[in-house]
């Protein structure tokens, strides 16, 4: 298995909450055989969430409680550096990660500047939705297959940089993956 694949393999770990066993995660040569893996292993839901829009609440109310603002201030629109006060901007967007009680908040660049994959609350929402998805449906998350293969998706565009492909393309010889 190649850095790639490894990288994507921890990306589903870690986004599931579960352990692939390397005698599993070598069969897994497909999207498609990853999601029926998945789905096989995980507690079945009998329907699905948003986990954006769940995702969203908890920032939400995160930001309500650390940043004492109203309810209407924050829209998936609504951009950070409009609701962060200049001068405590580090130390609020930290208060904000440990009030989520999400496992994937981003952290500043070296730079000292919000990462651009989250300049909204938005894009902050749907970065813990991808990373962090079993974190988000709390204690015992169930797993609806749409909901699955929408975090596959997202992973594969954003661990492997692949957004166009087939759930039947293997991943090294019809993505190119190593």
Known sequence: MGLDLLEFTLAVEESFALFLPEADAVTLTTPRKVIDYLE????????????????????????????????????????????????????????????????????????????????????????????????????VPTWTRAEITQVITRLMDRELGVKDFDLDDRFVQDLGLS
């Open 40 to 139: 096989h292993r995980l507690a079945p839901a009998t329907s699905s969430q948003c986990l954006d829009q769940m995702a969203f609440y908890q920032v939400r109310r995160a930001g309500m409680q650390v940043l004492g603002k109203p309810r209407a201030a924050f829209t998936p629109q609504a951009r950070w550096d409009e609701l962060l006060d200049t001068k405590h901007q580090r130390r609020q967007w930290q208060l904000l990660g440990q009030g989520t009680r999400l496992p994937k908040w981003p952290r500043f660049t070296l730079w000292g500047s919000l990462p651009g994959y989250v300049r909204t609350v938005g894009e902050t929402a749907r970065h813990l939705a991808t990373t962090c998805p079993s974190a988000v449906k709390g204690q």
